[in-house]
């Protein structure tokens, strides 16, 4: 089993910067790829951003290219999401996955393992 606790959400203005951090602990030898997802209220799970562990490859919604930036320190098993220029449009719960493939996909339902949220609110 691989556990996923995720960290960094809280409120900010328009503009401003977040770091979420994504810790992962247990079967960590089984880890290919993590992504990070956003749910806002109402809507959808929707894709944000994915690396791989091994090769650090990246991928990013349209919606956030330029604005975020996703990395991973394989040494603490812990990936992140820099978040800067936030919109209100960004507020939502923000859930790290992971999958035991070496792939990026950006589809929620190809990731095995995810955290339990933390939620990011920016006001205008």
């Known amino acids: 089993q691989l556990q996923l606790v995720e960290s960094g959400g809280g409120l900010v203005q328009a503009g401003g910067s977040l770091r979420l951090s994504c810790a992962a602990s247990?079967?960590?030898?089984?880890?290919?790829?993590m992504g990070w997802f956003r749910q806002a209220l109402g809507k959808e799970r929707e894709f944000v951003a994915a690396?791989?562990?091994?090769?650090?490859?990246?991928a990013y919604a349209d919606s956030v290219k330029g604005r975020f930036t996703i990395s991973r320190d394989n040494a603490k098993n812990t990936m992140y999401l820099q978040m800067n220029s936030l919109k209100p449009e960004d507020t939502a719960v923000y859930y790290c996955?992971?999958?035991?493939?070496?792939?990026?996909?950006?589809?929620?339902?190809?990731?095995?393992?995810w955290g339990q949220g933390t939620q990011v609110t920016v006001s205008s």
């Open positions: 996955a992971a999958r035991t493939v070496v792939t990026i996909s950006i589809l929620p339902y190809q990731y095995i393992y």
């Open positions: 690396i791989t562990w091994i090769s650090g490859s990246t």
């Open positions: 247990g079967r960590t030898g089984n880890l290919y790829a």
